[in-house]
């Protein structure tokens, strides 16, 4: 495929001057201006790149969309992390061999459903506790009604009866302990020397550390689950900036064509001792699912006073010509080489100061295929 740079200064008017000199005669003056305004018009098209629609296409040159932030926001790198609320380790409480598992990775758990089961010596006896409490509570209940039976028949003392009565409370209150001790545990696995372990929350399986028949120490870590359908965004801003933002502003992510609105939730009132930022953190509807956890993306937070605003550019569409920072504006035509001043990078993006108004289509993905021919054709222009 071949670029074609736009035409230069008209040879048929280059021929007549050049006739004109050789013949002894003098320049007019409005011959010269017309020479100087034909040299003017020429560098007004420096760094234009003709390109039709199909030799764009088959460049594999894509087209990307200045991100304009609005007016008055703050933009800057943030990354995509779980609701801290919304995501729980499931530990195994008590040391055993795995003998169930009945979720994989990715799959959906509901709060209290069984995730594995551990088969232990500590589990029989947790489980066999209960069996002896309930026994002796069930011993107390029948000494009560019988001593009761016979202080209403002024044949046993009160002082027998508040004895019973009292045994029968104490048996109530060990077996209570008991299930407490197997509900800590996990619950139970449906034998004595089984215990569940089940999901505190529901959502789905993000981590699984253990496989079926392997022995596992007491709080070690088996699971990950994760309610993913909000998920935060966590920015850390110098004093100055934290200092204009309040839980409410409004927070836009976006990641290429994706976007999200969300508000602050909170904004740290306290310093990280190494950064000396203030955090900040929204959270963020997901239940469309387009947001995943460890994902970079842009955060733009507006601002109550308003202001310019940011504009930022995919950093595959920064290319260094001439030892400046240039993008390929589309025109009509094709493209135009825009010198631009950079600011700080911001994710996958990085903020234009100037040189662009923000409504602007630009050459993104191999936009240094245009480089290069802007290069060529100066070259072959004497440039």
Not at 55 to 82: C, H
Not at 131 to 148: G, H, I, T
Not at 253 to 258: A, E, Y
């Amino acid at each position: 495929m071949k670029f074609y740079l736009k035409a230069a200064l008209p040879l048929t008017l280059a021929a007549l001057l050049v006739a004109g000199c050789s013949s002894g005669e003098t320049l007019p003056e409005d011959t010269e201006n017309t020479a100087a305004g034909e040299e003017a018009g020429h560098a007004e098209k420096e760094g234009e790149i003709n390109l039709s629609a199909e030799q764009i296409a088959k460049a594999g040159i894509e087209l990307v969309r200045i991100i304009r932030s609005g007016g008055g926001a703050l933009t800057l790198p943030a990354t995509i992390e779980g609701d801290p609320q919304g995501m729980q380790v499931v530990s195994a409480a008590i040391g055993g061999r795995v003998v169930s598992l009945t979720r994989n990775l990715g799959q959906s758990i509901g709060r209290g459903q069984t995730l594995a089961i551990i088969e232990s010596r500590e589990a029989a006896s947790l489980n066999a506790e209960i069996e002896a409490a309930r026994a002796r509570l069930a011993l107390a209940e029948s000494n009560l009604s019988r001593e009761q039976r016979l202080f209403n028949e002024r044949v046993s003392p009160e002082q027998d009866l508040i004895a019973a009565r009292t045994a029968a409370t104490e048996a109530q209150i060990a077996l209570r302990l008991a299930r407490q001790q197997v509900a800590a545990a996990g619950g139970g696995g449906g034998a004595l020397n089984r215990i569940a372990i089940t999901a505190p929350i529901a959502g789905q399986i993000v981590s699984r550390n253990v496989t079926l028949g392997q022995t596992v120490a007491a709080d070690a870590e088996l699971f990950r689950v994760a309610n993913l359908s909000r998920v935060a965004v966590t920015l850390a801003l110098s004093p100055a900036d934290a200092g204009k933002v309040r839980p409410g502003s409004e927070i836009e992510i976006v990641s290429g064509d994706r976007r999200s609105a969300a508000r602050v939730d909170f904004v740290s009132p306290i310093l990280d001792e190494t950064t000396r930022l203030a955090t900040v953190i929204a959270i963020v509807d997901n239940r469309s699912g387009q947001w995943r956890v460890g994902e970079p993306v842009t955060a733009s937070i507006r601002l109550p006073d308003g202001g310019a605003g940011s504009v930022l550019v995919p950093q595959s569409a920064i290319q260094t010509v001439e030892g400046r920072p240039t993008v390929f504006v589309r025109t009509d035509d094709g493209f135009k080489a825009t010198p631009v001043t950079l600011g700080n990078p911001s994710g996958d993006n990085v903020v234009v100061m100037s040189g662009l108004k923000g409504d602007e289509q630009i050459a993104g993905p191999n936009s240094f295929t245009l480089k290069a021919e802007l290069g060529k054709g100066e070259a072959e222009h004497g440039h």
